[in-house]
C-alpha cells in the first residue's frame, strides 16, 4: 500500500470512529472534540490526517468548527419540513397550502376540492355494512391484519383488475390504508435522496408534496389529450436518466386526459429503453364509462406498479388502498410495510369488502357517473360564458382544467377568492414546471352553487 492509500484508510478509520462514538452517544451535541495535536497522538497518526478526518465530518454536518475553539459534535438536524424543500412558491400555490385550505376550511364554497359532496357517497351502504360487521361472530374488530391484507378483498380486487385486462393474482397484492400511503411506501421502496423523478405537467399536486418530502429531484412531462408528449418524455428520459415516473393513466388529475393505446405503448418501450419504472396511479378508474388502455395491463408488472383507492367513490373516511406488483417485489414491499406502517386496517377492509363486493356498490358508481355526466356540459358552459375555457372536454371524471382569460392569474384569483369563503385550486399548484399559471382546475360536483359564479363573474370581468 503506498502513502496515498495508507493515509486514506487511516483518515476513513478515525472519521468511522468518531461516528460511533456519536451515534451511541458517547459523544453528545455540543461536546467538544480533541485538538488536532491530542488526537493524533492519541490515534497514532500525522495531524494531517486527524485535519482531513474533521474536514470531513465538517462537511458531513456532523461536527462544527468554532474559529480559537475547537471542533464539537453539531446539534441533531432539525426535523423535516416539507414546505421548506424544493423552490420556494407563493402561499397560494403551494401544493400543502392548497391541501390544507380544502381540508381546514368549513363552510367555505370549495370548487378547488378534490372530492365529492358527503350526500354524494354511499353513506347508507357503509352503514349496513358496520352493522353486518358488528353482527358476525367472526369479524375482526380488534386484531392486527394479516401482513398483505384482507384475504377476501385481496380475491375481489383480483377480478377488478381482471375485468380491466389487468393479471394481478390475490398474492401480488398488498393493501394499504389508502392510495397516497400505497405511492408513499413504493417512494420508500424505489428512491433515495437525489434521484431523479418524473410526474405529468400537470400533476395532483400532492404528488410534488410527497416527493419533496423525498428530497429528489422532480421534472415534468408535458401532458397531451391522449396522455404524457412521448417526444417530451424520450427527451428528459435521454438526457437526466429518471429512476421512476409516477402518472394517473386515466382521468388524470387535474386534466381530465385518459392514455390513448398508442401512447401507452409508446411510454412503455421508452421505459424498457431506459430502465423506468413506472408507478400507475388508477384511483379514479370507477369514474369511466368504459374500461380504458392501462399500463399494467401491456407490460405484465415488468416495469409498471398499479395502484388504486377508494376514497373518491367510497369514503375518505374508511381509508383503504392497494399496490399491485411483480411477484418478486410483493415480499420486500410486504417486509417494508411493516417496518414502516405494522398493519392495515382489517376493520376496514372488511366493510369496503361488504360494500364492494355487493349490488350497492355497483348502482351508487352508476349514479355517480350519471350525475356527473348531468352536471358536465352545463357546468362548462357557465365556465366558458365567463371566459374560463376547458383545456379538454372529457366524457367522465370529476374535473375540468380551464384556461383564464389572457392576463389574469390564478394565484392572484385564488388569494381573492379565500377572503371571499371561495377555495380554488390555481394551476401552479400542479405544475413542477410553473407553466400553469393561468388555468384552474375545477370539481364539477362542487361547482354547482350560483355563488360560485358571481364570485368568478368579478374576478374575470
Request: charged share 25%; proline share 6%; hydrophobic share 40%.
Given at each position: 500500500?503506498?502513502?496515498?492509500?495508507?493515509?486514506?484508510?487511516?483518515?476513513?478509520?478515525?472519521?468511522?470512529?468518531?461516528?460511533?462514538?456519536?451515534?451511541?452517544?458517547?459523544?453528545?451535541?455540543?461536546?467538544?472534540?480533541?485538538?488536532?495535536?491530542?488526537?493524533?497522538?492519541?490515534?497514532?497518526?500525522?495531524?494531517?490526517?486527524?485535519?482531513?478526518?474533521?474536514?470531513?465530518?465538517?462537511?458531513?454536518?456532523?461536527?462544527?468548527?468554532?474559529?480559537?475553539?475547537?471542533?464539537?459534535?453539531?446539534?441533531?438536524?432539525?426535523?423535516?419540513?416539507?414546505?421548506?424543500?424544493?423552490?420556494?412558491?407563493?402561499?397560494?400555490?403551494?401544493?400543502?397550502?392548497?391541501?390544507?385550505?380544502?381540508?381546514?376550511?368549513?363552510?367555505?364554497?370549495?370548487?378547488?376540492?378534490?372530492?365529492?359532496?358527503?350526500?354524494?357517497?354511499?353513506?347508507?351502504?357503509?352503514?349496513?355494512?358496520?352493522?353486518?360487521?358488528?353482527?358476525?361472530?367472526?369479524?375482526?374488530?380488534?386484531?392486527?391484519?394479516?401482513?398483505?391484507?384482507?384475504?377476501?378483498?385481496?380475491?375481489?380486487?383480483?377480478?377488478?383488475?381482471?375485468?380491466?385486462?389487468?393479471?394481478?393474482?390475490?398474492?401480488?397484492?398488498?393493501?394499504?390504508?389508502?392510495?397516497?400511503?400505497?405511492?408513499?411506501?413504493?417512494?420508500?421502496?424505489?428512491?433515495?435522496?437525489?434521484?431523479?423523478?418524473?410526474?405529468?405537467?400537470?400533476?395532483?399536486?400532492?404528488?410534488?408534496?410527497?416527493?419533496?418530502?423525498?428530497?429528489?429531484?422532480?421534472?415534468?412531462?408535458?401532458?397531451?389529450?391522449?396522455?404524457?408528449?412521448?417526444?417530451?418524455?424520450?427527451?428528459?428520459?435521454?438526457?437526466?436518466?429518471?429512476?421512476?415516473?409516477?402518472?394517473?393513466?386515466?382521468?388524470?388529475?387535474?386534466?381530465?386526459?385518459?392514455?390513448?393505446?398508442?401512447?401507452?405503448?409508446?411510454?412503455?418501450?421508452?421505459?424498457?429503453?431506459?430502465?423506468?419504472?413506472?408507478?400507475?396511479?388508477?384511483?379514479?378508474?370507477?369514474?369511466?364509462?368504459?374500461?380504458?388502455?392501462?399500463?399494467?395491463?401491456?407490460?405484465?408488472?415488468?416495469?409498471?406498479?398499479?395502484?388504486?383507492?377508494?376514497?373518491?367513490?367510497?369514503?375518505?373516511?374508511?381509508?383503504?388502498?392497494?399496490?399491485?406488483?411483480r411477484a418478486d417485489w410483493i415480499e420486500p414491499l410486504t417486509d417494508l410495510k411493516i417496518a414502516?406502517?405494522?398493519?392495515?386496517?382489517?376493520?376496514?377492509?372488511?366493510?369496503?369488502?361488504?360494500?364492494?363486493?355487493?349490488?350497492?356498490?355497483?348502482?351508487?358508481?352508476?349514479?355517480?357517473?350519471?350525475?356527473?355526466?348531468?352536471?358536465?356540459?352545463?357546468?362548462?358552459?357557465?365556465?366558458?360564458?365567463?371566459?374560463?375555457?376547458?383545456?379538454?372536454?372529457?366524457?367522465?371524471?370529476?374535473?375540468?382544467?380551464?384556461?383564464?382569460?389572457?392576463?389574469?392569474?390564478?394565484?392572484?384569483?385564488?388569494?381573492?377568492?379565500?377572503?371571499?369563503?371561495?377555495?380554488?385550486?390555481?394551476?401552479?399548484?400542479?405544475?413542477?414546471?410553473?407553466?400553469?399559471?393561468?388555468?384552474?382546475?375545477?370539481?364539477?360536483?362542487?361547482?354547482?352553487?350560483?355563488?360560485?359564479?358571481?364570485?368568478?363573474?368579478?374576478?374575470?370581468?
Open positions: 500500500m503506498d502513502g496515498l492509500s495508507r493515509d486514506t484508510g487511516l483518515t476513513h478509520r478515525l472519521m468511522a470512529q468518531i461516528r460511533v462514538r456519536i451515534e451511541q452517544r458517547r459523544l453528545s451535541a455540543g461536546a467538544r472534540l480533541p485538538s488536532i495535536r491530542a488526537l493524533a497522538e492519541a490515534q497514532g497518526v500525522s495531524k494531517s490526517t486527524v485535519v482531513e478526518a474533521y474536514d470531513r465530518l465538517l462537511a458531513e454536518g456532523l461536527i462544527t468548527a468554532r474559529r480559537g475553539s475547537g471542533y464539537y459534535v453539531a446539534p441533531p438536524a432539525p426535523p423535516l419540513t416539507v414546505a421548506d424543500i424544493g423552490p420556494r412558491l407563493d402561499r397560494e400555490i403551494d401544493p400543502i397550502w392548497v391541501s390544507r385550505q380544502s381540508l381546514e376550511t368549513q363552510d367555505y364554497l370549495k370548487p378547488g376540492c378534490g372530492w365529492l359532496p358527503e350526500d354524494w357517497m354511499p353513506q347508507e351502504e357503509l352503514r349496513r355494512a358496520l352493522r353486518a360487521l358488528a353482527r358476525r361472530p367472526d369479524a375482526n374488530l380488534v386484531d392486527y391484519a394479516t401482513p398483505a391484507g384482507h384475504a377476501g378483498l385481496r380475491r375481489h380486487l383480483s377480478r377488478r383488475l381482471a375485468d380491466k385486462d389487468i393479471d394481478a393474482p390475490p398474492s401480488q397484492i398488498v393493501l394499504m390504508d389508502s392510495a397516497t400511503q400505497a405511492i408513499e411506501l413504493l417512494c420508500r421502496f424505489l428512491l433515495k435522496p437525489g434521484d431523479t423523478v418524473l410526474v405529468d405537467d400537470p400533476c395532483y399536486f400532492n404528488f410534488l408534496a410527497k416527493l419533496r418530502a423525498h428530497q429528489v429531484e422532480i421534472l415534468g412531462v408535458p401532458m397531451t389529450p391522449g396522455g404524457p408528449d412521448v417526444a417530451a418524455l424520450a427527451d428528459i428520459l435521454y438526457a437526466h436518466r429518471p429512476r421512476l415516473y409516477l402518472t394517473n393513466s386515466a382521468l388524470h388529475n387535474p386534466t381530465g386526459a385518459s392514455l390513448s393505446p398508442l401512447v401507452a405503448h409508446r411510454v412503455l418501450k421508452l421505459a424498457e429503453a431506459h430502465d423506468l419504472t413506472i408507478i400507475e396511479d388508477d384511483i379514479y378508474s370507477d369514474f369511466e364509462l368504459e374500461p380504458g388502455p392501462r399500463l399494467a395491463a401491456f407490460d405484465g408488472f415488468e416495469r409498471v406498479v398499479y395502484i388504486g383507492g377508494f376514497s373518491k367513490t367510497l369514503s375518505a373516511s374508511l381509508r383503504l388502498g392497494f399496490i399491485a406488483a414502516t406502517v405494522f398493519s392495515s386496517q382489517d376493520f376496514v377492509a372488511d366493510v369496503a369488502h361488504q360494500v364492494l363486493s355487493g349490488g350497492g356498490y355497483r348502482r351508487h358508481v352508476e349514479t355517480l357517473r350519471q350525475k356527473l355526466a348531468v352536471q358536465r356540459a352545463p357546468t362548462a358552459e357557465r365556465l366558458a360564458d365567463l371566459g374560463l375555457k376547458p383545456w379538454l372536454t372529457s366524457q367522465a371524471g370529476m374535473f375540468l382544467w380551464c384556461e383564464l382569460p389572457e392576463g389574469l392569474d390564478a394565484s392572484d384569483l385564488a388569494r381573492r377568492a379565500l377572503e371571499e369563503r371561495l377555495v380554488l385550486a390555481p394551476g401552479n399548484a400542479f405544475s413542477v414546471g410553473q407553466r400553469a399559471a393561468r388555468f384552474l382546475r375545477f370539481n364539477i360536483a362542487q361547482s354547482q352553487d350560483a355563488r360560485l359564479y358571481g364570485l368568478l363573474r368579478k374576478y374575470v370581468r
